[in-house]
Structure formats: structure tokens, C-alpha cells
């Protein structure tokens, strides 16, 4: 600390990584001082990576590397090398340099295959197949997505439900729902969403699955509404309340359920039935009460009155 602020200098963490690397030197068969230097080394990334010094990022990266080559046995050098592969792998989409970034993909899986019990290696394999997914979906390559998500499954289902690998598998299949949505393709999208559900039945106290499953609801049963299907909408509407009923605590599926009362108000259409519709907004104004401070609960409740009102005739 220098005058109250942190000196972050180039100059400065090098000179303390050196004085960390001279004590694990020092003594080399000391775990402790080997577990303090690759955190010491996990730390510098950051700062090197901040300020555009590519070339001792990737020092450090090797650095990391060998010492874990050195030390297969000390999963905590091994963690944070796991964790500097995940970071050189957003470095490397952010850099647009997709090579460099399917190199540390390919890295991670080697690694992850290797020690297929290590809870932070195996996180951060789900963490960057998972970011990987998104990275295929926006190049284009629908192929490589797909693949990706099948090795999201196999992780999970390796982790015997540990709560990392599930929360990448419920996010990747909730993307992979709206992307099959954006894609023009329901029957791809209805089978991911049964995937979704099985997750919601196995784990119904998880909040994130919980949370995933309403969007993925609200979702597809907005593509469904444009096919002008009443009744299928109901059914996914529904669930909606079902699962919204059952976890009372969580805004997120209020505002699901919201999104889809309003999508089927508008499907009922001059063809439905008055009184149906009437009760579907009275629905979405009592969420609407409930929730006076969430917006996008009363943007559903106004697109609800607009789409009434569009069809309220004076004679």
C-alpha cells in the first residue's frame, strides 16, 4: 500500500511473483509454498491480462502448465491451472482468436479426462464447454453446439449430480431452447424443454433448474402462440402456474408465468372466449398487484390491456 491505494505496477508484481517463485525454489518439496505460487501466478494473469502484456499472460500460462506437469499430484497447482485455461479461453474469443481459444478447450478436456474426480478441474471444463456453446452458436457452427451440448450431458451425468456440472447442463439446454426457437424449430425445442422438465422433477428444490425450466416454458409457448394453437398454449400455461405455485419464493417464475399469460391473451384472440380472456388479465393484474416494482411484470400486464383493448368494439 502506498499513500491508501494498492500498487498494481507491472514492475511490482513482478518483483513479488520472483520473490514467491524464490521461496517455492528454496523449498521445493513444500506443498504449501507450491500451492501459494500457482495462486500467486493465477493472480498475476489477471493483472497481466488487464494490461495487454499477451506475451507474459502466455508465460505465466506455461508456467503454470509445467508446474502441474511437475506436481501431477497437488490438485491445487492443477485447480488454478484449470482456471487459467478458462480465462485464456474467454481471452481468446475476445481477441478473436479462435484457434488460440479451441486450443485451451482442447486443453481443459485432456485435463478433465485425466482427473475425472477433480471437482475444480471438472467445474471449469462445464464452465468453458459451456461458453463454447454460445461461442459456436454465434460463428454459426450449429454442428460443433450440438456436439458441445452432448459433452455437457456426459459431464453431468459423470458428476452424479454434483451442482456445477447440473448448472451448466440446465443452462446450456435453456440457450439451446431458445436457439432451436430462433431457428424456426419446435420439435427440437420441445424435446429440449422435456429434458429440462426431467431435470426440474429430479431436483425440485434447485432454484436455478427451477428458474431455467419457466423461461424455457415461457418460451416455447411463446413460439407456440404463433401458431395460433389455444390449446397447446394452455397446456405449457398450465405448467406455468403449476411450477410458479409451487415455488412462491421466486420472482423469476411470477415473471415467467406473466410473460405467459400475456402471449396466450393475445393467441385467444377475437375467436376465443370473453370470458376466458377477461379472467387471463384479471390474472395478470393480480400478479401485476403482487408485484407493483417489477417491471417487466407490469409491461406484461399493459401488453395484456392493449391487446383487449384492440379488440373491445363501441357500437
Known amino acids: ?68 506437469a511437475e506436481h501431477p499430484e497437488d490438485d491445487v497447482v492443477r485447480g488454478n491451472l484449470a482456471r487459467a485455461l478458462f480465462n485464456a479461453l474467454n481471452y481468446a474469443h475476445a481477441e478473436e482468436n479462435p484457434s488460440e481459444r479451441d486450443r485451451s478447450l482442447q486443453e481443459l478436456r485432456a485435463l478433465g479426462a485425466e482427473h475425472p474426480s477433480d471437482d475444480a478441474v471438472q467445474e471449469h471444463l462445464a464452465k468453458s464447454l459451456f461458453n ?92 407456440t402462440c404463433q401458431t395460433q394453437d389455444t390449446a397447446a398454449c394452455t397446456e405449457l400455461l398450465d405448467e406455468l402456474r403449476e411450477i410458479a405455485g409451487a415455488h412462491p419464493d421466486q420472482l423469476v417464475l411470477r415473471e415467467s408465468l406473466a410473460m405467459g399469460l400475456s402471449d396466450t391473451l393475445q393467441v385467444v384472440g377475437e375467436a376465443g372466449d370473453p370470458g376466458h380472456r377477461a379472467d387471463l388479465l384479471e390474472e395478470l393484474r393480480l400478479l401485476a398487484s403482487n408485484h407493483p416494482d417489477v417491471e417487466s411484470i407490469q409491461a406484461r400486464l399493459a401488453s395484456g390491456i392493449v391487446s383487449e383493448l384492440s379488440l373491445t368494439r363501441v357500437d
Open 1 to 68: 500500500m502506498f499513500n491508501g491505494k494498492r500498487d498494481t505496477s507491472e514492475s511490482r508484481i513482478k518483483d513479488l511473483l520472483k520473490e514467491l517463485r524464490s521461496l517455492a525454489l528454496q523449498n521445493p518439496g513444500d506443498p504449501a509454498l507450491r500451492s501459494h505460487l500457482s495462486r500467486g501466478l493465477f493472480s498475476a494473469l489477471t493483472y497481466v491480462t488487464e494490461s495487454g502484456d499477451r506475451d507474459e499472460r502466455d508465460r505465466i500460462v506455461q508456467e503454470l502448465r509445467d508446474l502441474a
Open 132 to 223: 463454447s456453446l454460445n461461442y459456436a452458436k454465434e460463428d454459426g457452427d450449429l454442428p460443433t453446439r450440438d456436439a458441445i451440448l452432448e459433452e455437457l450431458r456426459g459431464i453431468h451425468a459423470q458428476a452424479s449430480g454434483a451442482t456445477g456440472a447440473r448448472l451448466r447442463l440446465v443452462k446450456g439446454l435453456f440457450n439451446a431452447i431458445s436457439h432451436a426457437v430462433e431457428e424456426g424449430d419446435p420439435t427440437r425445442a420441445a424435446s429440449l424443454l422435456s429434458e429440462l422438465r426431467e431435470l426440474s422433477g429430479q431436483y425440485p428444490d434447485d432454484s436455478e433448474i427451477q428458474a431455467r425450466f419457466s423461461k424455457g416454458l415461457a418460451t416455447v409457448l411463446h413460439q
